[in-house]
């Protein structure tokens, strides 16, 4: 299948610094989602942004869609120990895929206090 | 407001032994249902989908299948374990008659480890 890729796999920071994930895929896409995954449990929506949008804003979260790169980005600014986490960005890519998403591999947020 | 549910929470099996892990959805009706298996330190693989009550799609064939016996309740199954099961099996919904892949809601998950 085509899966998303996420870099880097892993990015360790310290609090109050930014945090930037990037996500590259191969279709065309209805939209882009991102989520987050604490160690052991299920994941969590954070933020979608559909294909005719550009930039869109959630609190401490930024997400940049490039379609002509087929790339999107994930900024958290300020990061906070709590923000550790994988996030990883999900894709609808329209047509017969009626409903389903494909999933990148994934980035690993450590966040040192 | 809408829960989604997975039992168990861990499960530990002997190869060759069959498999049951159920998922129940509240608060809406006619959802989209999804199973994913993720790998340690992996991305989800999608392993089933299902829009209506006996209507699965099969993503990857495997040892596994899926079944919906009621409209807010998804069975994920095998016959016979492999090692190559054990995983982390995900459940989770998105509102029905999305066609554009809206939002999904995601269970807690069942942590399943074959011997």
């Known amino acids: 299948s085509q899966q998303g890729e996420e870099d880097p796999q892993a990015l360790s920071i310290q609090e109050g610094e930014n945090a930037t994930m990037n996500c590259s895929y191969k279709?065309?896409?209805?939209?882009l989602q991102w989520y987050r995954q604490n160690s052991g449990r299920g994941l969590v929506h954070l933020i979608l942004?559909?294909?005719?949008?550009r930039e869109k804003h959630s609190g401490r979260l930024r997400v940049t869609l490039d379609t002509s790169k087929k790339s999107s980005s994930l900024l958290i600014t300020a990061s906070r120990a709590a923000d550790t986490a994988s996030y990883f960005c999900?894709?609808?890519?329209?047509?017969?895929?009626?409903?389903?998403?494909?999933f990148g591999q994934g980035t690993i947020l450590t966040v040192h206090p | 407001s809408q829960t989604i549910h997975q039992w168990p929470a861990t499960l530990v099996q002997p190869v060759g032994s069959p498999l049951s892990l159920e998922c129940t959805v509240e608060?809406?009706?006619?959802?989209?249902l999804y199973w994913y298996r993720q790998a340690a330190g992996r991305g989800l693989q999608l392993l089933f989908y299902?829009?209506?009550?006996?209507?699965i799609s099969s993503e990857v064939p495997q040892n596994l299948s899926a079944s919906r016996p009621q409209d807010r309740q998804f069975i994920l199954s095998s016959k016979k374990l492999l090692l190559s099961d054990s995983g982390f099996y995900l459940c989770?919904?998105?509102?029905?008659?999305?066609?554009?892949?809206?939002?999904?809601?995601f269970g807690p998950g069942t942590r399943l480890l074959v011997l």
């Open positions: 989770a919904w998105s509102a029905p008659g999305q066609g554009g892949g809206e939002t999904q809601y």
């Open positions: 999900a894709y609808n890519a329209g047509g017969t895929s009626y409903g389903k998403l494909t």
């Open positions: 299902s829009v209506g009550i006996g209507q």
């Open positions: 608060g809406t009706s006619n959802p989209n």
């Open positions: 942004i559909r294909s005719n949008e």
């Open positions: 279709t065309s896409i209805n939209n």
